[in-house]
């Protein structure tokens, strides 16, 4: 069983700061990709930045240049720094990693973290 157990979240004024981490924790698994999606009250989860399988990175284009995704491959961690926050950021946050998992044979899962709550007041 692969988890992924974040942290960071909180309340933050317009133009602050935050750092979200995402630890994926288990036994037996290598990760494929890995990134940061967030949903917003009343609108549909997206994605808002995140490592493909080949390293490169995407960003949502509204947090271009605001938010920074980078990764410890020692620790299979990933952490999104957000500066400059908006109120357009607040959101519940959560982590994605799509592993493969040799516990049982090679098998692809999608696995989701339990979400932080982002709030940015004006």
């Known amino acids: 069983q692969v988890q992924l157990v974040e942290s960071g979240g909180g309340l933050v004024q ?7 981490s995402c630890a994926a924790t288990g036994t037996a698994f290598s ?6 999606h967030r949903q917003a009250p009343g609108k549909q989860r997206e994605l808002v930045a995140g490592f493909t399988t080949t390293g490169t990175t995407n960003y949502l284009d509204s947090v271009k240049g605001r938010f920074t995704i980078s990764r ?3 620790r299979d961690t990933v952490y999104l720094q957000m500066n400059s926050l908006e109120p357009e950021d607040t959101g519940v946050y959560y982590c994605n990693a799509g592993v493969i998992q040799y516990s049982q044979g090679a098998r692809y899962l999608e696995v989701w973290g339990q979400g932080t709550l982002v709030t940015v007041s004006s």
Not at 14 to 20: E, I, M, Q
Not at 31 to 36: A, D, E, K, P
């Open 72 to 74: 410890d491959n020692a």
């Open 31 to 36: 990760i494929n990709t890995m990134g940061w």
């Open 14 to 20: 317009a133009g602050g700061s935050l750092r979200l």
